[in-house]
């Protein structure tokens, strides 16, 4: 192979690996904006192009624009009778909706809805009718007379979130220009108000007119009636006639029965992901519970073996919720915590060598395209030993707490990837164990003594960490972590948990009493500098800020993070207007009892003028040294150090000058072996500087800080190597 | 690529799995991309960060057919000039600023786990000229063609080929001994 080759090869192949945490948030950030965008779009075209082009399709549609027009208003004025009428209309549990569009060229359409939540539907449409009640849903095709069974899907598409029910509609936090509704005295009577809807969109040349009728002793609208056109199309309006009825909707409406002179068809398949949960020896389990994970921890399920120690999941159908590889399945045995089984069913486009053993043999993988499982079947779980994890969850003082909730997170480590966690290397977000928890943790309750037992811990690598979680009612939550490798098989872990309840007010001012505003303040216990983080808040404006429910412990501190650049998620402009200050931090002193504190902390500017002389044995000066600024507990952060030049080099006269210098506790120079941000010299200059100084030996010299002073003058005489050496 | 256009289509209808496998899938390539032409992982992360929500903002106005990791890429690079240009105006950083990534990557915000490769790799390219950097960056990492590039930048394909031949030599002899391990 050419060199060449080698280079590009190596540049393709340089290793990157993120934190699956900030993976899922760009994520999640990115799939905001696309429900943004559909949203958006759909208000400003589609939905209106639909209707004046087709008026096959989508009639749903029209029924929307209606009701979130309804229920769009009140996003701006909350006062207003028509507010009174969407907030009504979102209280509502059931409704039955007769809808009647007439179009231009006269022809006719009508539909009904009829909506009960939790788990009733009916719609028909002119060409099919759907009944959905929660268990089977029903389609009816009435064009050609055919009828098909298929599973509910209620359960990813309730019925509260249907779009007749939404409580903005497709209008979601927003506000519609253009409309306005106005009551109409002269037509409102003691019982009815009527109100004059006008909503015009000057961009795509719609208006739509209308008027609702609203029953003044339920506030909820019981007919709307509108007319919808296009100026630019002008091929006439479109009118709409709904009529409500809120009365309780009879159980038979969402009886799935097929009517005489339909022809039943076979149910839909439905996807699903089936296996055996076999023990030891291979013979099937009866009656174990199998949890499933997925990689976005978007579909947590379990199920129970049925007599042939078989399981199945059922999948949504890929339109309605999706589900995505990886997948990490664990089963229990019914009454044996000793056991458990486990396995990771990987993306089968994407598979390699993890360096970890995954349990269990390939299953049958199949895809309908790269995105969605088709089905995966063949899945053998078999029983292996399991892990314990329990303890006791006290107070300070050691009492049992009981009722706390315990949440256990696995982390393991694949054997060859140091450093790499097993799950985000299989491409999982987060940690799961396949537990009930909201992200796959294996979950559980105290007992009166505050004894809690967590089992069947599968062992997924030759050292698992794990991370326990206890929270209770008038607590701080706690965290503790364990690394084992399950030489025995039950693990102690005992979480002490602090009561919750102080109130820690104050202000943050720099010591020319300048307030510093949003900064990020937090609570912590004990001096560590790791240490857990029970609480935080940010500055106002003014420097005021307020801490609840902080531990309760005579430890109790409050520290002012101003050494690092938090503003960097708002955008360039305001993260370089970021002024550094040394952290600062106040103990609280806690006195028993009290429960409300109020601390000033005071920021310390850094403006310290520090000129720094750099020579040799021989008194010629050290030049293009690089020389940093530290401090021995508080290091300023590499971003301090880079937007507040406290990394430099001394200039042709073995000399440099730091400006703005904070006063930090054991103030020092680095001298030589510093990392200069920021560089003026070139790459071949500093590699140059580099060579020429490499006969020195690298130096910390403290700075002797008297109070009051604010210039200093260090010189340091910088040994060669040699010289240190024959010193030593 | 018939996956891809298969990705483009159902994102174009909205499909949520459809961006969530666009981005598994291109991610890594977008921050190698970002980081090599850029130096600093905070800034190449915010740039991929912001080239995946500008993509799912524009979902229903996207026109593309082909390349999807070419447009990515160029999206990349448009932030990365725009960047670049923005820092010149103000003049506190020279364009090919040879600081190194950042060290403060192990704060839980960082999205990049650092590693020695990419820190040599990134020290390497830093040393290259602009111009260069990018047609290295786009040809090996991002898959484009020097015709795509040579348009992109403007640039006969003549020149975007010896940017490219100078750029991997003088990659090479600097990530000599790494390379021919």
Redesign the interface.
Known sequence: MRSAEKTEKFIKNVPLETKSQRDKEVLDDALRALQEAKTHAQRQRNIWKTIMKSKMTKLAAAAVIILAVLIGIGTFDRTSAWAQVIKAFSEVNQFHLKSTKIFPDGTEKYEEYWLRKPDGLREEHSQRIIIDNGKERLTLNRDNKEAQFEDSILEYRPVSDHYMFEHIGIFRGEEMEGLTVKQVKDQSDGTTSVFRLDYKNSFLQNTYQGKAWVDNQTMLPTRIKLQLQNKQKDDGAISFDEILDYSPIPDDVFEPVIPDGYTLLPPKRTQAISGKVVDDEGAPVQDATVYLTDKWLRFLRNVETDGAGEFVFKLPPSEVHWVGLPLFLRAVPPNDPGRVAWTIIEDPAKKKDQGVAIPGQTPRVEMKDPLFIQCISGIVLQMESAGTISGRITDTQGNPISGAEVKVEGRAYAARIQGMPLFPEFGFIGDPLGGDGPRGELTTRTDEQGRYKVTNVPKLSKRNWYKVVASAPGFSANEKRISTTWTSDVEQVDVQLYHAGITVSGTLMDNYGRALGMREIRAHIGDEAGSRIFCSTQTDEKGYFTLRDCPVSPRLQVRAMLAQNTWFHLGKEKRSSYTYYPNVIVPVNYREGTMQYDVKMVAEKPEFTIELEVKNTEGKPVVHYPIELQGTSSTPSAEWQKDGRLTQRTDTEGRCKFTEAPNLEGLRFVVGRAHIFNDALSKEDAAKAKSENAAYQWTIVPVDVKPGQKEYRVEVTLLTIEESNAKQ | ML?DK??IW?FKL????????I??KY??DL??IA??LLNRT?AA??I??DV?????????KLKLNGNLKGYLATCVVNRVRNSNR?RNRRQ??SLDE???V???SD???????R?E??DM?NAAM??LPYAQREV??LH??GGMKFRAIAESQNASINTVQSRYRYG??K??SL?NS???R
Do not use: C
């Open positions: 996956e298969m990705l159902k909205g499909e949520e799995a459809a961006l969530a496998r981005y598994e991610k890594n921050l190698r980081a090599g905070s992360e915010d991929v960060h995946f929500v500008t993509l799912a903002q524009s979902a229903d923005a506190d950083v040879t600081e190194p950042m060290s403060d704060k839980p915000e960082r999205w990049i786990v590693n490769k990419l790799l830093a040393q290295v960056i090996v990492q991997i030599d990659l090479r990530l790494e390379v021919e």
